[in-house]
């Protein structure tokens, strides 16, 4: 039985680690991209996959709860939202900025 508890123990906290990993590159994607489609792809694909192993990270240590049915409410919830979102986000940019074409091609010509 305590082998049993280990191996629930690293699995979690290889996903813990995991997620944690994912919102790491998350904010280096925010603050590496220029252009505001690029910022709003990272951050909302990462924090999607950041929230699903964090969660099961913290069902695989409570065990079988009430409470974990919880937590499946909120990674159901935030993988059907935040993608959502995020189109939504990117979306507005492009309806509001009228430069977005121009920008884009600054950014292709500068790495050409």
Not at 11 to 16: E, F, H, N, R, S
Not at 68 to 87: C, E, T
């Amino acid at each position: 039985m305590i082998v049993v508890e280990w191996i629930r123990f690293v699995l979690a906290a290889l996903l813990l680690l995991i997620g944690l990993f994912a919102i790491l590159s998350s904010v280096i994607g925010l603050f590496r991209f220029t252009y505001v489609i690029n910022r709003i792809h990272a951050s909302d694909l990462i924090e999607t996959l950041a929230v699903l192993c964090i969660s099961l990270s913290l069902i695989l240590m409570m065990g079988f709860d009430p409470a974990v049915l919880k937590l499946i409410l909120i990674i159901v919830f935030i993988w059907l939202a935040n993608p959502i979102s995020g189109h939504l986000m990117a979306r507005l940019e492009v309806m509001s900025n009228p430069q977005i074409g121009n920008e884009y091609e600054v950014v292709h010509r500068e790495r050409d």
